[in-house]
């Protein structure tokens, strides 16, 4: 048993790291245009304590440029995107991922009508998409809501948003039903807590004093009722479309064998579950319902909304994998980062430029758990290593780093299908350099393509094949058999 011979191989980006042309044809501002170039985290900035507030909000909305907001500039996919498809359809994609930003079609969020000019790019896109036989999946909401909503509402925390958000899911969904039969509703949902204003535009000045983690919660039910909402809406719309969820795996693994040890990794990997659990099986775990009631939380539910939930669960659960994370009841412990995480270093494993540890194994680990609890079919539609390229004198870039990632990953993909996950399939984070999420570095690169930018935008934006380009060509090929 291996990958099926429909396999979907392919890449993922998103249009708030892509695209570019934030103020163009029409495109309101996101959440996304006020993220700032870092060129570092620290280790607290990883557990979402990254400043956001009212006045860096404002300051960021005052400022015409892209100078220190890198994801307003992209790599221009949105005048490029081409020739970057054309670029992956020589790699052999079966798929690519992108994501439609929200503000391009309501520049507000709250418009009754789209901005035509916006849903024409995506037209474009997909037909050119369909040209070289590439199956999109399509994200709606990743990371990239309206800016207005969250400066007039603080986000999903008020509950009209769902409206708004059905609104232009729907128009996504009569406009593009002819191209577009894999949807996923929000990008790792669970990121909410990790760092609320990227996910949901929540400014945290804007809530009552204390009241800030309950304010998580309120906006995340919104975003849960709203992904329902919008999954029936799909179904009905588009005869035989597929919505999926999608979950941040960050699998942990207990430091020691200590019991202590065990227990509090237990509870970290049933807190990541609970985001999935709540969209597949439709309903909030009661071990979660237990957590929230002692710690005062309350949400404010409107009658049926659970109904909802229950009656309309996702089809497929698709994920992100990049590293594993080890945790401990011991001070003191060396941390280490992961993707807007961190845990106690593991000394077993390998780590990126960025700190990121590498764990193949990992990804086959959390394949089995994630088919044995849910049982529906599973695809992962991020994974892969942010690293330094060096170009040489004679234009080329030998990443042999990134092809050992990836060939040690696809093993372990491998041999989770042969132990019976139902697995259909793959797709890169990103198979072209883009913005990274999380501190808008262009130097931060994980394409199989390199984009000629620098982290403050100068370059030729030239498109350059990288070493690990043929080989993930050569994988498609064999359909993941010549891994060599």
């Not at 593009?176 to 929540?202: C, M, Q």
């Not at 009552?208 to 029936?232: C, M, R």
């Amino acid at each position: 048993m291996t990958f099926s011979k429909n396999f979907l191989w392919g890449g993922a980006i998103a249009a708030n790291q892509a695209e570019g042309a934030w103020n163009v044809d029409g495109r309101g501002m996101s959440v996304a245009d006020v993220a700032s170039y870092r060129s570092d985290l620290s280790l607290d900035d990883y557990e979402g304590h990254v400043a956001i507030s009212s006045e860096v909000v404002q300051k960021a909305m005052d400022d015409p440029t892209d100078k220190y907001y890198p994801k307003r500039r992209g790599i221009d996919f949105y005048h490029h995107y081409k020739e970057d498809l054309a670029l992956f359809a020589e790699m052999g994609f079966k798929a690519l991922r992108v994501s439609i930003a929200w503000s391009r079609i309501f520049p507000t969020g709250e418009e009754q009508e789209p901005n035509e000019k916006g849903l024409q790019f995506y037209d474009d896109l997909f037909k050119e998409m369909k040209k070289h036989n590439i199956e999109p999946i399509v994200t709606l909401s990743h990371y990239e809501m309206p800016l207005a909503l969250s400066v007039k509402y603080n986000g999903w925390v008020e509950r009209k948003v769902i409206d708004d958000f059905v609104r232009f899911s729907n128009v996504c969904f009569h406009r593009y039903k002819d191209y577009v039969k894999y949807w996923l509703t929000f990008n790792e949902i669970d990121s909410i807590n990790r760092h609320p204003f990227t996910t949901a535009g929540i400014i945290p000045d804007k809530c009552p004093k204390g009241k800030e983690e309950e304010q998580v919660y309120q906006a995340l039910h919104h975003q849960f009722v709203a992904s329902a909402l919008v999954t029936k809406d799909c179904h009905e719309i588009i005869p035989g479309s597929q919505v999926g969820c999608m979950l941040t795996k960050l699998t942990t693994y207990p430091n020691t064998c200590k019991p202590e040890d065990v227990e509090i990794t237990l509870k970290k990997n049933l807190q990541n579950y609970f985001y999935a659990d709540v969209q597949v099986f439709g309903e909030y775990p009661r071990l979660t319902q237990k957590k929230l009631e002692r710690k005062g939380i309350h949400i404010k539910m409107e009658e049926g909304d659970l109904e909802i939930l229950k009656e309309n669960t996702v089809d497929y659960l698709s994920f992100s994998y990049y590293m594993s994370l080890t945790e401990s009841m011991e001070d003191g412990l060396e941390k280490t980062a992961g993707n807007t995480v961190k845990g106690v270093k593991n000394p077993y494993l390998p780590a990126t430029d960025w700190g990121w540890q590498i764990d193949p194994i990992g990804l086959k680990i959390s394949l089995l758990e994630l088919y044995d609890r849910y049982r529906i079919p599973l695809i992962i539609v991020e994974n892969g290593m942010g690293a330094k390229d060096e170009v040489e004198s004679d234009g080329s870039i030998h990443d042999d780093y990134r092809v050992n990632y990836f060939r040690e990953h696809f093993r372990q993909m491998k041999e989770a299908v042969e132990e019976g996950v139902e697995l259909f399939g793959y797709t890169s984070w990103g198979p072209i350099d883009i913005i990274s999420a999380g501190t808008s570095q262009m130097s931060k690169r994980y394409g199989f393509i390199y984009v000629d930018q620098d982290d403050d935008g100068n370059g030729t934006l030239a498109r350059t094949r990288k070493d690990s380009f043929y080989w993930y060509k050569k994988v498609i090929e064999s359909n993941g058999e010549d891994l060599d």
